[in-house]
């Protein structure tokens, strides 16, 4: 009988599993529909104004014009909040996902017993799948 060789094993193995959380920017993209159906409000309101007191002028055809360019900005930056958060949210999905794995190693005594090579004991700590945390 020889003398126990400690050995080791190494791995990266998922412990839960992978959940798609890019419909996250579901929540952003309704709340930036919401301001862009408020910002389109109150442009009609502007026009509806001008058209029942039938003002013309170009006062008033320079506040219509301004409406209109102040709303197109506004559902332009709107649509840039829209993509920056779907790139952020893609971003934090893949960081939550890379969490779910881990690396173990597993170490264990090996005794040769002629020409025959036995695991004697193992390491006492074995993790165990959890649940995830709400």
């Given at each position: 009988?020889?003398?126990?060789?400690?050995?080791?094993?190494?791995?990266?193995?998922r412990?839960?599993?992978?959940?798609?959380?890019?419909?996250?920017?579901k929540?952003?993209?309704?709340?930036?529909?919401?301001?862009?159906?408020?910002?389109?409000?109150?442009e009609?309101?502007?026009?509806?104004?001008?058209?029942?007191?039938?003002?013309?002028?170009?006062?008033?055809n320079?506040?219509?014009?301004k409406?209109?360019?102040?709303?197109?900005?506004?559902?332009?930056?709107?649509?840039n909040?829209?993509?920056?958060?779907t790139?952020?949210?893609?971003?934090?999905?893949q960081?939550v996902d890379?969490?779910?794995?881990?690396s173990?190693?597993?170490?264990?005594?090996?005794?040769?017993?002629g020409?025959?090579?036995?695991?004697?004991?193992?390491?006492?700590?074995?993790?165990?799948?959890t649940?995830?945390?709400?």
């Amino acid at each position: 009988m020889e003398l126990s060789e400690s050995k080791s094993i190494r791995f990266y193995d998922r412990i839960l599993p992978k959940e798609d959380l890019t419909g996250k920017a579901k929540i952003f993209q309704a709340i930036t529909d919401e301001i862009a159906k408020i910002d389109h409000e109150l442009e009609k309101k502007i026009e509806k104004i001008s058209v029942e007191d039938k003002a013309t002028g170009e006062i008033v055809n320079a506040i219509l014009e301004k409406a209109r360019e102040q709303t197109s900005q506004h559902l332009a930056l709107l649509e840039n909040v829209d993509d920056q958060m779907t790139k952020i949210i893609s971003s934090y999905d893949q960081q939550v996902d890379a969490m779910k794995s881990q690396s173990m190693t597993f170490c264990y005594l090996e005794e040769k017993i002629g020409s025959l090579t036995l695991p004697l004991s193992s390491s006492p700590f074995v993790p165990k799948k959890t649940p995830p945390f709400k």
